[in-house]
């Protein structure tokens, strides 16, 4: 019997194996040599047998197949001819030389089948042997042995599979179980040689129960597992051979890596958690061998009955992981999306007559699977190629066909639709005919990882305790395989975690495949939370990268629509256009903590409602700030549920730094616990809290409020500004100018050696723009104020109009309007539009060019003794003082938010009448998720994309974590409604176009808007 062996070093070496049953003259495959073997070969030639090989495929290890029809014959014959067996125990060994687990047990079952059911073994034969005495032949004299055969095996050229072309002999070539010492004694002692030199041909005989089975479940782990994750990908990609592998050039390194990453970070973890075995040393052994020179299988050949293989020989690591708390990767992810790839139909109609589907080619275009091939070829033209059972691949054409017969049960993820169809995976795949979003996939995906053809994960799903890890895994493959049937290139996406871009900025290929999940929320099944804005919408980055074709591809149904706009809105990096926010730079000025977080003035108001009369604000005010807070976590967040939308962000923050169990144990301490970690690195430990709370609240930049009359702050700015992050950009606030502030204005000139005239309060303010860099000048401005007489007393009007500032709901801000203009009835303005200080100002905006920024609406001291908390809203403001600003200095630009939910709809219209307006956020008392539905609905319907959803008005740093996590849930859900009614009426926004839209939501058209000049 002729082996073949390519050596590492690429010679071939032959070897002829003394063999009963390999002459030229005697088959079992034909009937009349079979009868020769059976009559003349065995009573004649066969003195002894010791052992028997069966190298049959799975194919052949079934009951009523011909190859157990010959065994069961063959036995039969050497117990009728009284067959000599020279082994320990005498016993017949019957070694399978093929990996189907249990095939010893599995062969017996069906020999002793035969033995007992047919005719033939019935009739008193020459020896008088019966029926019975066979069957207890079987039994005592012949011994099933389960094997596990690990030496990939081709065949040589010509040959017609009759002489194997074999890789050099492995470590673990041939394992046997034997657990009565039947083997012969030789093959014993072959097994207990560790050298290969000194001829143990790669036998390994496990004595003990359950050794082979470990064995067993290492190959197909590591060996089986890794082929399975790179042949597809190969034959996809035109990769024939595996000895691709072993090249330094071209896909071999790109492809090695990612193979070693799923060992290194599914395979090995996975492993240790379960065998006793070096499972380094079975990989390193197994990955030699892949990387052989001048051996490679055919990529194609082994992609078939990929479909079960992904169950059979991935998922039992994939169930160790989650069954110890541990994340799939994003190549365990890849590994699943390029087999569902493969076995995707070029064409929704079903397997052809020969029972094979056609796919198409990585690179190449769907329509290329749909051709059909020519009966006869012209000169020069591509020919078919067969790999395997009749199934060919044509790489000029650019198509390959397959076999799948995998069934999936559809709707598994909502029984109550009542539709649970049954259909074959390929026939499921292929009604989807052109490119989709991921979420449309996730049915049929979970279909497939549930099936027992299939992943075979059913167990997975069905647990509560792995569920959830489960269809994050489910959603990640969605989304590599929506990618790659969109068009992205297997190779491409492969580089993106090699190159750690995107979403893999971490781990590369060891990240966990949670980052791949296409939606706003991964911890939870597709469609059940986009389109709910009762959970936050947390910061997360797209899986998605600007250059996928899937961008191109337009979400068609209302479940990849609330997805799509689920994952847009959570991935997009905003700008926050204003806060109160000051960088760790400026020390005490930069709030952040708990006890911060807690007596934020929203709290404190909503402390003061629930307080006993015994607590005054003045006895309050006059607590350290630990005490404060104290009193407000046991007021209102252990008396009483933290239900209002302020308390509700404090929980959202804290969960979202990962102190839920504090919360859960309602322990203040261990939240304070946490902070101090930080705070006692110093400036360090604030700057680091600071990055942390960007990268969670996805806030690309946040615009400060810089108060230069404030000298607390100035000393920050002058003589020598100080360093903060590109994350903080200034502002310039300039309240006093637009208030007419004589003597605010007058003491900051004096102080700072400026003459107290107009020439000298434009200087001061040019050189403040100067100091800061300010994106904008900004203004707010409290409806009490008072101007009293100075050394300015001579400028043109005072800038307010004294009887507006008597009435009780007097405007807070800016109006550009003169007194007398006002008609009776109308609501007084607080400026006076023939101000000298309006005009200066509005020449230092044109001179510089920067905008206005100017929050209208608030009451300021409604409460006085509230201090900051006891601020209220103006019902009513002169909403129409915006349109004569506008009006009167148009080449400056204005941004505006009302705090009034009276005032919206009006700034919207005037919005769409000026183009230097813009209008931004949901302020203070509109910051709550009732009202900002509203009102973004409202903007949507009435501006489109051309205002800016939100602003945090943050003061505490920590607040950016909740008041965007917040706003985009709801944001997300006005988004969903809207995007699904313009599908209705006939118009496909594809994602690209999505995206576009939402980010100028979120900072876009601020910038847009900023970008502009009106100066020429």
């Known amino acids: 019997y002729e082996v073949d062996t390519v050596q590492y070093d690429g010679t071939t070496s032959t070897e002829e194996v003394a063999c009963y049953g390999c002459s030229n003259v005697w088959s079992l495959g034909k009937d009349e040599d079979k009868a020769q073997v059976l009559q003349e070969l065995i009573p004649t030639m066969m003195e002894y047998c010791n052992v028997i090989g069966v190298g049959v495929t799975e194919a052949g290890l079934s009951k009523g197949s011909k190859a157990m029809m010959d065994l069961t014959d063959v036995l039969y014959a050497c117990h009728c001819n009284k067959v000599k067996c020279s082994n320990p125990h005498g016993r017949i060994c019957v070694i399978n030389t093929d990996n189907v687990p249990q095939n010893g047990s599995t062969i017996q079952s069906f020999v002793m089948h035969h033995a007992v059911s047919s005719s033939c073994y019935n009739r008193e034969d020459a020896s008088s042997s019966s029926s019975s005495s066979f069957v207890d032949f079987l039994r005592d004299k012949v011994v099933f042995h389960n094997t596990m ?80 994750a790179v042949a597809h990908v190969m034959a996809l990609c035109s990769l024939l051979l595996t000895d691709v592998l072993s090249s330094e050039q071209g896909a071999g390194p790109l492809l090695m890596k990612y193979l070693d990453a799923f060992f290194d970070g599914q395979i090995l973890v996975a492993g240790k958690l379960r065998f006793a075995a070096d499972v380094q040393a079975v ?50 992810a890849f590994a699943f999306a390029a087999i569902l790839r493969f076995l995707t139909p070029a064409t929704p109609v079903g397997a052809a007559e020969n029972g094979c589907y056609r796919g198409w080619l990585d690179g190449s275009s769907r329509s290329s699977g749909c051709t059909k091939t020519k009966t006869t070829l012209g000169e020069g033209e591509s020919q078919d190629v067969v790999y395997a059972d009749g199934m060919r691949y044509n790489l000029d054409e650019g198509w390959y066909e397959f076999k799948c017969t995998c069934q999936v049960q559809l709707s598994l993820l909502s029984p109550s639709s009542g539709r649970r169809t049954c259909i074959t995976l390929c026939d499921a795949l292929g009604e989807m005919a052109t490119a989709r979003q991921p979420a449309d996939y996730v049915d049929v995906i979970v279909a497939y990882l549930t099936s027992k053809d299939g992943g075979d994960m059913q167990d997975l799903y069905d647990n509560a305790a792995t569920k959830s890890s489960f269809l994050t895994l489910a959603r990640a493959v969605a989304t590599l395989y929506a990618r790659m049937v969109a068009g992205d290139k297997m190779l491409s996406l492969l580089n993106e975690m090699e190159s750690k871009s995107g979403v893999y900025g971490n781990m590369g ?20 939370d986009d389109n709910d804005d009762s959970r936050p919408l947390h910061y997360r980055p797209s899986s998605i990268p600007s250059d996928s074709k899937l961008m191109i591809v337009a979400p068609n149904s209302n479940l990849s629509i609330a997805s799509t706009v689920s994952a847009e809105v959570a991935a997009a990096s905003v700008i926050d256009l204003h806060t109160h926010l000051l960088p760790p730079s400026h020390g005490m000025l930069c709030l952040w903590g708990i006890d911060e977080l807690l007596t934020y003035h929203y709290l404190v108001a909503e402390f003061f409602m629930t307080a006993p009369s015994s607590i ?19 007021a209102l967040f252990v008396d009483r549920s933290p239900i209002s939308e302020a308390c509700r962000g404090v929980v959202t923050t804290l969960s979202a730094l990962g102190l839920g169990a504090a919360l859960t144990k309602r322990d203040l301490d261990e939240v304070r616990k946490y902070y101090q970690v930080f705070r006692d690195g110093g400036l360090e430990g604030a700057e680091k809290f600071s990055e942390l709370v960007y990268r969670l609240s996805g806030v ?19 003589p020598k500004k100080k360093e903060y992050p590109l994350q903080y950009r200034s502002a310039l606030r300039v309240d006093p100018l637009l208030a007419g502030d004589r003597s605010t204005i007058e003491a900051a000139l004096k102080s700072s050696g400026y003459e107290a005239t107009l020439d000298g309060a434009r200087q001061y303010f040019l050189d403040w723009c100067d100091t800061m860099s300010p994106e904008y000048l900004m203004a707010s401005t409290p409806h009490d104020f008072f101007v009293p007489d100075g050394d300015l007393a001579g400028v043109k009007k005072t800038g307010v109009d004294s009887n507006a500032l008597k009435e009780p709901f007097a405007f807070v801000d800016a109006s550009g309007a003169e007194c007398n203009a006002c008609e009776e009835g109308d609501v007084p303005s607080v400026i006076d539009e023939g101000s000298d200080f309006l005009t200066l100002l509005m020449e230092v905006c044109e001179e510089r060019d920067l905008p206005l920024a100017i929050k209208i609406g608030a009451h300021r001291g409604v409460n006085p003794d509230l201090q900051q908390a006891g601020d209220g809203v103006v019902a009513f403001a002169d909403s129409q003082m915006l349109a004569r600003l506008c009006t009167r200095f148009p080449k400056v630009r204005f941004l505006a938010t009302f705090l009034s939910r009276n005032n919206q ?109 009106f100066k020429v």
Not at 289 to 300: C, E, K, M, V, Y
Not at 617 to 633: D, H
């Open 616 to 634: 005054s604000p003045q006895s309050f005010y006059a607590l350290e700030k630990k005490e404060q807070a104290n009193l407000i976590w046991q």
């Open 905 to 1013: 709809h009006e700034a919207c219209v005037l919005a769409s009448k000026f183009r230097n307006l813009h209008i931004y956020g949901c302020w203070w008392f509109c910051n709550n998720p009732s009202i900002i539905k509203e009102i973004s609905t409202m903007r949507v319907e009435m501006l489109g994309t051309s205002f800016t959803a939100q602003h945090s008005d943050a003061r505490v740093l920590d607040q950016l974590i909740y008041k965007w996590s917040h706003s985009r849930s709801v944001i997300c859900s006005v988004l969903i409604k809207e995007y699904t009614k313009l599908q209705a009426s006939g118009w496909l926004a594809n994602r690209m176009e999505i995206r576009r839209d939402i980010r100028r939501l979120f900072g876009g058209s601020y910038c847009e808007f900023m970008s502009k000049s």
């Open 149 to 228: 055969v690990d030496r990939i095996t081709s065949q040589r050229e010509g040959s017609n599979g009759m002489v194997p072309l074999c890789e050099p002999v492995p470590a673990k070539a041939l394992v046997i179980e034997d657990l009565n010492g039947d083997l012969p004694t030789a093959l014993s002692l072959l097994s207990q040689t560790l050298d290969d030199k000194d001829g143990n041909f790669g036998v390994v005989v496990r004595k003990e129960k359950g050794q082979l089975n470990s064995d067993i479940a290492l190959k197909l782990r590591v060996a089986n597992g890794t082929h399975t």
């Open 509 to 528: 290929f060891l990240e966990s495949c949670s980052v791949l999940v296409d939606g706003g929320r991964t911890d939870a099944e597709v469609g059940a």
């Open 700 to 718: 690309q930049y946040a615009v400060m409020t810089n108060i230069p009359f404030n000298a607390a702050e100035a000393r920050h700015w002058r």
């Open 283 to 332: 990989y390193d052994d197994w990955r030699k061998r892949l990387r052989h020179p001048s051996f490679g299988l055919s990529s194609f050949f082994i992609t078939q009955n990929g479909a079960a293989k992904g169950g059979i020989r991935i998922a039992p690591t994939v169930r160790d992981l989650f069954m110890n708390g541990q994340d799939a990767s994003v190549t365990t």
